[in-house]
Nanobody, 124 residues
């Protein structure tokens, strides 16, 4: 059974940074692409970044590029999201997800498994 456990969320002031982690278990982590998504109250689920099985292909939402960095450590079965220059509008629940194959994708329907989410709150 696949489990994804996010950590690293919290309260931060505008301009600050956070690093989210997502530890995966249950199947061969290095065979699957991973993604980070978020959902703010009253808004749709948004893909922030995705990374293929070996980190060789990375995609970002245009609005995140330059502020957020996705990475993975297959030896630790963990994917990360480094978030810098945070803004109040970044406040949301952040989810990691494991894809159905090794290719990165921004489509939520391409992801089989989801974490429980971690709250990120950015104060002004």
């Amino acid at each position: 059974q696949v489990q994804l456990v996010e950590s690293g969320g919290g309260l931060v002031q505008a301009g600050g940074s956070l690093r989210l982690s997502c530890a995966a278990s249950g199947r061969t982590f290095s065979s699957y692409a991973m993604g980070w998504f978020r959902q703010a109250p009253g808004k749709e689920l948004e893909c922030l970044a995705s990374i293929n099985w070996n980190g060789g292909t990375i995609e970002y939402a245009y609005s995140m590029k330059g502020r957020f960095t996705i990475s993975r450590d297959n030896a630790k079965n963990t994917v990360y999201l480094q978030m810098n220059s945070l803004k109040p509008e970044d406040t949301a629940v952040y989810y990691c997800a494991e894809a159905s194959n090794s290719y990165s994708s921004s489509w939520s329907r391409n992801y089989d498994y989801w974490g429980q989410g971690t709250q990120v709150t950015v104060s002004s």
